[in-house]
T-cell receptor, first 110, second 117 residues
């Protein structure tokens, strides 16, 4: 099975940089994805790492290290609207199911 | 981008009644749809995988007789919560894979908030 752990909560101020970590124990997966979810809303796709290394998409970057069973989402130039929950997720190789991490609630303060 | 819709967005029902939630892929075909449940301040937990034209596969601990899933067409899956009880109150989110899309092309519906009184 898949198990993905994240810090439960992170706080930061506007303009700062924050890193949300995701450590996992998996039996095999295609890649690591990141989703953002605002309160009461649906998850929206942010980033995907199929291979080790850094993927950059605007203010957001995501990193994966399969050898360390670790990944992170880096958010730069934080804005108030970035306050949301962030989930890492993997697609299981055997079942093709998308399994979510425990989630991190990010609060951005002025 | 592709859109997945859910209906209703919010429902309040009495204990013991059944509630049907619809999930539609609006501009793509989805042979597979997924149903998730999310309790407040928790992660999304996969309930079942809905396969077009065949039976759904349920995750361990999810009662298939309580959560009936029907995937009758390539654009519609329904989840029926039968004999709902207050503990079934949750946020239910469906998700669909674009059959013709890339590996990671999975889209989420806006969710249905169910409150059972």
């Amino acid at each position: 099975g898949q198990s993905l752990e994240q810090p439960s909560e992170v706080t930061a101020v506007e303009g700062a940089i924050v890193q949300i970590n995701c450590t996992y124990q998996t039996s095999g997966f295609y890649g690591l994805s990141w989703y953002q979810q605002h309160d009461g809303g649906a998850p929206t796709f942010l980033s995907y790492n199929a291979l080790d290394g850094l993927e950059e998409t605007g203010r957001f970057s995501s990193f994966l290290s399969r050898s360390d069973s670790y990944g992170y989402l880096l958010l730069q130039e934080l804005q108030m609207k970035d306050s949301a929950s962030y989930f890492c997720a993997v697609r299981d190789e055997d079942t093709d199911k998308l399994i979510f991490g425990t989630g991190t609630r990010l609060q951005v303060f002025p | 981008g592709a859109v997945v819709s859910q209906h209703p967005s919010r429902v309040i029902c009495k204990s013991g009644t059944s509630v049907k939630i619809e999930c539609r892929s609006l501009d793509f075909q989805a042979t597979t749809m997924f149903w998730y449940r999310q309790f407040p301040k928790q992660s999304l937990m996969l309930m079942a995988t809905s396969n077009e034209g065949s039976k759904a596969t349920y995750e361990q601990g999810v009662e298939k007789d309580k959560f009936l899933i029907n995937h009758a067409s390539l654009t519609l899956s329904t989840l029926t919560v039968t004999s709902a009880h207050p503990e079934d109150s949750s946020f239910y989110i469906c998700s669909a894979r674009d059959s013709g899309g890339a590996q990671e092309t999975q889209y989420f519906g806006p969710g249905t908030r169910l409150l059972v009184l």
